[in-house]
């Protein structure tokens, strides 16, 4: 006999409570920071040395905003997955383990609001 | 009844001498980790042009410090290496390229092309460096 809802049969999920999302999103933002790591280097390049009229200039045109914001919701969503799994492999006792993970995700979750609040605030300077 | 300590053990890390494909492998987890803490130079960066004409001179006298341009240089060939092995993960993904003769080119290929990246960036030259 299942006792399992029509709703959660077609979700797959078994006492894991989670599929293949972690996994997946790790892929997505992945294939997405392929292209977008170049346009960093660049505009790296360009904060590090450029006068700072021209830096803002450059990226308060709207390809370049909107690929920072796409870099900066993709480079930290890839890095908070990442580190969820070097903490999985390595810290095995569960207590440390789930507190280490939250603390992981809470803090790039913390650093990617700054920094989008950063571009934010040089988007309405500029 | 006594421990016997002095059993064979299997190989592991301390005595097995890792295979390229393994150094590679590990490299990949190691320059992820460096990334992610490269995030927060990106962080500092940011802010600071985000804080005005004064706070962002600030920051680039602090970074073309040779300690800072080290960890610039440093994270740019992680991000190129972390690049190219990501690249070799996703074609793994679509289930193909696992025989050995293939494993072993790759690895070369990503290690040329990460260091090519590199090379590339430092000739565009617009690191100051």
Known sequence: MDYRTPLSRVKGLGSAKGGTTHWWMQRVTAVALIPLSFWLIYFLGLSLTAPYQQTVVWLTSPVNTVCIVAWIIAAFYHAALGLQVVIEDYVATEGPKIISIWAVNLAFLFLAIAALLAVFRIVSIG | ?129
């Open chain 2, 1 to 129: 009844m006594a421990i016997n300590t002095n059993r064979p053990t299997s190989p592991h890390l301390q005595v097995y001498k890792l295979p390229l494909t393994g150094i590679i492998s590990i490299t990949h987890r190691m320059t992820g980790i460096m990334l992610t803490a490269g995030l927060i130079l990106f962080v500092y960066v940011i802010s600071a042009l985000a804080g005005g004409a004064d706070s962002y001179t600030a920051m680039q006298a602090l970074m073309s410090l040779w300690l800072f341009k080290l960890v610039i240089w440093a994270f740019i060939y992680a991000l190129f290496f972390h690049l190219c092995h990501g690249v070799r993960h996703l074609i793994w993904d679509s289930g193909s390229s696992f025989e050995l003769d293939t494993l072993n080119r790759y690895a070369m290929i990503e290690l040329v092309a990460s260091l090519a990246l590199t090379l590339m960036t430092f000739a565009w030259g617009c690191y100051g460096l």
